[in-house]
């Protein structure tokens, strides 16, 4: 079920935006913080993505090499 809805960093990363938002409707934020860290978690969701494709492909090489 989690897979259909983009996996598990998608539901945090998706998560945490909505959180700063309302933060930044009920004043607790200006709008550059805002823009700052939904910046910043969208980068950690992209590394996190490009490791881990990385790490597989690590995985599928090094078992077809054995």
Do not use: H, P
């Not at 309302?22 to 992209?46: H, P």
Request: glycine share 10%; charged share 15%; hydrophobic share 50%.
């Amino acid at each position: 079920m989690i897979e259909k809805l983009g996996g598990r960093k998608f539901i945090y990363a998706l998560i945490v935006v909505v959180m700063v938002f309302v933060g930044w409707i009920l004043g607790k934020l200006d709008a550059q913080q805002f823009i700052n860290f939904a910046t910043s978690i969208g980068g950690i969701y992209v590394a996190g993505n490009v490791l881990t494709d990385l790490v597989n492909k690590n995985k599928t090489t090094t078992t077809t090499e054995q």
